[in-house]
């Protein structure tokens, strides 16, 4: 319950704000989902699980966890809005503003709301649709003040999902040049190259098979305890798991800062590779990627020990960088990893990974094609992340009334 309600506002239970369609859900086992692949997505506690030919839901409507560990971490968002057709599994609640407008400060009201009173369970976190009903929601009196609401909130939102989509397609644009110069040698000039055969097959003449050790030097980041660990800036920024994205990229909001000591060999700057060798997620969807660091106003960086840094040539950054987002190489890693609960990969899975190397020429060209796209890139990242630091700081005085507008 809220201490104080602004003048004007009101505090109602989710149940009357809300429709419920989890009735509808029906969960379909991974062998049945094999059988029926095709291009609706599947959705599960936090996030899509596969895509089938079937849907059931056609529209927008808002997925809220209803079990899993995630409740409680929040490693991703416990809510999200979908829309279109697609079908759920019983591991997300199916919710629908009676208010169609309002969908969008649900999502902005959860990402900020603590659920833990609602949570019951303790070996499995759970959410039932009884106690998501009883969940406190404040709200504006007046419609025309919720629609003020909820175009405020969205246009931060929309902003960064137009940043996200440019940066989707530059990232697809690099990658497919990747893949036409460097997979199906379709490099300029190639008609004319003499192609030879190779222990990976047919490849140009002067380029050379290779291993990851041959070109790069891999260096382990450093452990820390939690005393070395600062709130704000006040430190070295230490990248960690928490600054990969699930299929690699870089994501500035995980950065922690650190103040003990490190050795050289732990320092890297904007534009340098870093990989990760630790996962905690269950499908290892983040060990064995890649990332950029980006130039985030950080001249020294450190990594921590679940990260590696690859130390290679400045012309090599951005060909090794998209040969390590070759679904073959991901793969690889993934499958290579060790434990359980948490994956671990040894440098040397790395250094063994064998590829075709480019002459300079090529490779010259190819940074050349690629850096503007990822110069381009990084500033959206970057304005996204301001924005993102914005919205955040507005969200829990926007949706207590402290701001009106």
């Not at 104080?4 to 509808?24: A, M, R, S, T, Y």
Request: net charge neutral; aromatic share 10%.
């Amino acid at each position: 319950m809220q201490n104080h309600i602004p003048n004007g506002w009101q505090e109602l239970k989710l149940g009357e704000v809300v429709d419920v369609f989890d009735k509808q859900r029906v969960p379909i086992s991974t062998m049945e989902r094999v059988k029926i692949k095709g291009n609706y997505p599947y959705y599960g506690a936090s996030g899509i699980v596969d895509h089938i030919n079937k849907y059931i839901f056609d529209g927008d409507y808002v997925l809220v966890s209803e079990d899993g560990e995630n409740l409680k971490t929040r490693n991703t968002p416990i809510a999200f809005l979908v829309s279109g057709k697609f079908w759920v599994n019983n591991h997300a609640h199916i919710i629908r503003a009676k208010k169609e407008f309002l969908n969008k400060y649900l999502i902005a009201y959860f990402s900020k709301l603590s659920l833990n009173p609602f949570i019951t369970g303790s070996a499995q976190p759970k959410l039932t649709q009884d106690n998501l009903l009883e969940v406190p929601i404040l709200l504006p009196n007046a419609e025309n003040e919720q629609k003020r609401l909820v175009t405020f909130i969205s246009s931060i939102d929309d902003k960064i999902a137009v940043n996200n989509k440019i940066v989707e397609k530059l990232e697809d644009m690099a990658q497919t040049n990747f893949k036409e110069w460097f997979e199906n040698f379709h490099f300029p000039g190639y008609e004319k190259v003499k192609f030879v055969d190779s222990e990976l097959g047919r490849i140009p003449y002067e380029w050379q098979v290779k291993q990851i050790r041959d070109v790069v030097k891999i260096n382990k980041g450093l452990s820390y305890s939690s005393d070395e660990i600062r709130e704000g800036n006040d430190g070295l920024p230490l990248i960690n798991l928490g600054n990969f994205q699930r299929g690699g990229g870089f994501k500035t909001d995980g950065i922690k800062f650190y103040t003990g000591k490190y050795n050289k060999s732990h320092v890297v700057t904007p534009g340098d590779l870093v990989i990760a060798v630790t996962d905690l997620t269950s499908n290892r969807e983040v060990i064995g990627h890649p990332a950029r660091v980006p130039d985030a106003g950080w001249n020294k960086i450190l990594i921590s020990l679940d990260v590696c840094a690859i130390e290679a040539d400045q012309l090599l950054k951005e060909f090794l960088y998209y040969l390590m987002l070759r679904r073959d190489f991901t793969y690889l890693m993934a499958s290579s990893a060790s434990g359980t609960n948490v994956s671990h990969l040894s440098k040397s899975i790395i250094e063994d990974y064998m590829f075709t190397l480019p002459t300079d020429e090529v490779i010259r060209k190819f940074k050349e094609l690629v850096n503007p796209l990822f110069i381009h890139s990084n500033r959206l990242v970057m304005e996204n992340e301001k924005l993102t630091t914005l919205r955040d700081l507005l969200l829990p005085k926007l949706m207590r009334g402290v701001i009106r507008v």
